[in-house]
């Protein structure tokens, strides 16, 4: 590592950012309420205000845990037919796909539906919770790796989405009764919704490095 | 140099992961974010080969995902198998034609889209055109945020399989064409994820 070769003054380094998508450069400046910075060149969003701060962030993360925790053990859809019932959770599912030759899309809903999500919940719990006080939590630069890498590869939303076209396909043929799980999915989905508008980066401009 | 300077006109770089602006040098081998660690490049490494590469994977698997039945159907000895499209043309007449249409566009019109699309992205920002830059840019964005949707058809049938086992009275079973959708849809996000938008802008004139 050649560092001091790179490092712009953090002065002027604060000042300015690059657009991600086209590499274009501008100063930055503070952003009002409900403001959102575009790209003049290629009109992708640069910085938006964030209303979150990082207390309610974790209240938010630690909000998701709960949720996350009771869709994985509630069952999530019923189904009925000739008054036989059989009912499934998410890891019914993944075991019912790796036992029935399909063990490549168990891995892949493992992935996207449980694993990934709980690292990032863990992960961005586990950093906001040092950075409420402005502080860099151990491993932070790890961690901002980690949450830059796992953000795309989770998917409950589209999982929701399926579960409803699951039961509508279902019920033309059984009764179907829709479980607690489905309603934390839910839940959870709003949660996602809402941490994917927020840029974790700028959780490098709120904390400060410790002295080294 | 434009009203709009880019990075390497003003001899910055962005780092690709955490955001910083650095110093940009002449040599960039080994060089890293100082603030986060990751190596800096001005354009993702291998953009070109990487997406080419990813999205032709992609394309082989998609043939099979369409062409084979994703799922099997099997009541009192009655066996049905389901295509993507045969699951879709179900739903309509079966009476949800919104949700077909919503599974149609998840699972036929966004990996289509996205093959077309990053096809000519590729072959325009390989030319280094100025044309339609912004649309271009707009079309990658779109790209990106839809294409985990196709997963949609691998979560349903996943959780029929689990539902729907009441034995001789009906059942249901993943068949090899989920695997390959699967597949297919995680290979397009990667090659998605590979291509570097930057390059769009990179063009041999620059007009502002």
Known sequence: MNAPQQALDGKEANNLMICEHCDTVYRRRELARGETARCLRCDAVLERHQRIGTNGMLALVLTAMVVFIQANIWPIVTLGLNGQEISTTLWGTIIMMWNDHSQVVAILAAGTLFFFPLAKMLTLGWVLFFARRGERAPGFATAMTILHYVGPWTMNEVFVLGALVAIVKAHVYFDVLPNPGIFAYAVLMLLITIFASVDMRRLWDLTEAPPA | ?208
């Not at chain 2, 080994?30 to 994977?57: E, M, N, Q, Y």
């Not at chain 2, 707009?138 to 689990?162: C, H, N, P, Q």
Request: aromatic fraction near 10%; hydrophobic fraction near 55%.
């Open chain 2, 1 to 208: 140099m434009s009203s709009l300077p880019r990075a390497h006109e003003l001899g910055l770089i962005g780092c690709h992961v955490c955001g910083l602006v650095c110093r940009d040098v002449p040599d960039l081998h080994d060089a890293a974010c100082p603030r986060c660690g990751a190596a800096l490049h001005r354009r993702k490494l291998g953009s070109f080969v990487r997406t080419w590469a990813l999205l032709i994977a992609a394309f082989f698997f998609y043939i099979p995902a369409n062409v084979l039945p994703i799922m099997r159907t099997v009541s009192l000895g009655d066996v049905d198998d389901n295509t993507i499209l045969s699951g879709v043309v179900e739903l309509w007449v079966k009476g949800s034609p919104d949700l077909a249409v919503i599974v149609f566009t998840a699972s036929i019109v966004v990996p289509m889209l996205k093959f077309l699309a990053m096809s000519l992205l590729l072959i325009t920002a390989h030319r280094r055109t100025a044309w339609a830059q912004r649309q271009r840019a707009k079309l990658y964005r779109l790209v990106e945020f839809i294409g985990y949707w196709s997963m949609l058809d691998v979560f349903v049938v996943a959780l029929l399989t689990a539902l729907v086992q009441f034995g001789i009275l009906s059942l249901v079973e993943p068949l090899p064409g989920v695997v390959f959708f699967g597949l297919t849809v995680v290979l397009t996000m990667l090659a998605s994820m590979s291509f570097d938008p930057r390059l769009i802008w990179d063009s041999k004139e620059t007009h502002d």
